[in-house]
T-cell receptor, first 116, second 112 residues
Framework: GAVVSQHPSRVICKSGTSVKIECRSL??????MFWYRQFPKQSLMLMAT?????????EQGVEKDKFLINHASLTLSTLTVTSAHPEDSSFYIC????????????FGDGTRLSIL | RKEVEQDPGPFNVPEGATVAFNCTYS??????FFWYRQDCRKEPKLLMS???SGNEDGRFTAQLNRASQYISLLIRDSKLSDSATYLC?????????????FGKGTSLLVTP
């Protein structure tokens, strides 16, 4: 089955630090990648959608200057949380979709971010 | 009205029981439907897609009623390993194409 790798799985850092999370599709080319955030006991909330080679489209309320997304190739997308603060602590999950919009998304393992 | 609504549960059932989860969605233009399962503090994993004609995968049966905008998942002969949160997922159109809307999930606990 389709495999998506996300790294790192766990990050603990001080307030003000910038954190970079990588998402890779290992055995398929991901035309579209998605970044989600999930707070405890809440549903996954889409932050942004990125297509390879183009700028990401951010959901309403998500600051594009704070959450920088780069989708440089068909197998790699990165999310950088700039100047992270405690309220940014959450479970960040990427997903990737191979082709048509009706295809399911496959998720990475997630990154648990804790800002002290 | 939330875009995807599920009964949060929890559903506590004994091993071997049959359990059914329901889900409703608000966007009649949705085209794709899925059930994912999510274990505690883990990423969601695709369980199955849901087709209009209904589909079955082993002990799992999914049904879709487009007229009622209703999706169901039936689990037969529950196993301990089925304990998880089951997410009803519906696609929606955004400025950058189709994205997924997740329900909050229904929690299932299968007990010995």
């Amino acid at each position: 089955g389709a495999v998506v790798s996300q790294h790192p799985s766990r990050v603990i850092c001080k307030s003000g630090t910038s954190v970079k999370i990588e998402c890779r599709s290992l055995d398929f080319q991901a035309t579209t990648m998605f970044w989600y955030r999930q707070f405890p006991k809440q549903s996954l909330m889409l932050m942004a959608t990125s297509n390879e080679g183009s700028k990401a489209t951010y959901e309403q309320g998500v600051e594009k200057d704070k959450f920088l997304i780069n989708h440089a190739s068909l197998t790699l997308s990165t999310l950088t949380v700039t100047s992270a603060h405690p309220e940014d602590s959450s479970f960040y999950i990427c997903s990737a979709r191979e082709g048509a919009s009706y295809q399911p998304q496959h998720f990475g393992d997630g990154t648990r971010l804790s800002i002290l | 009205r939330k875009e995807v609504e599920q009964d949060p549960g929890p559903f506590n059932v004994p091993e071997g029981a049959t359990v059914a989860f329901n889900c409703t969605y608000s966007n009649s233009a949705s085209q794709s439907f899925f059930w994912y399962r999510q274990d505690c503090r883990k990423e969601p994993k695709l369980l199955m897609s849901v087709y209009s004609s209904g589909n079955e995968d082993g002990r799992f049966t999914a049904q879709l009623n487009r007229a009622s905008q209703y999706i169901s998942l039936l689990i037969r002969d529950s196993k301990l390993s089925d304990s998880a949160t089951y997410l009803c997922v519906v696609n929606r159109y955004t400025n950058s194409g189709y994205a997924l809307n997740f329900g909050k999930g229904t929690s299932l606990l299968v007990t010995p």
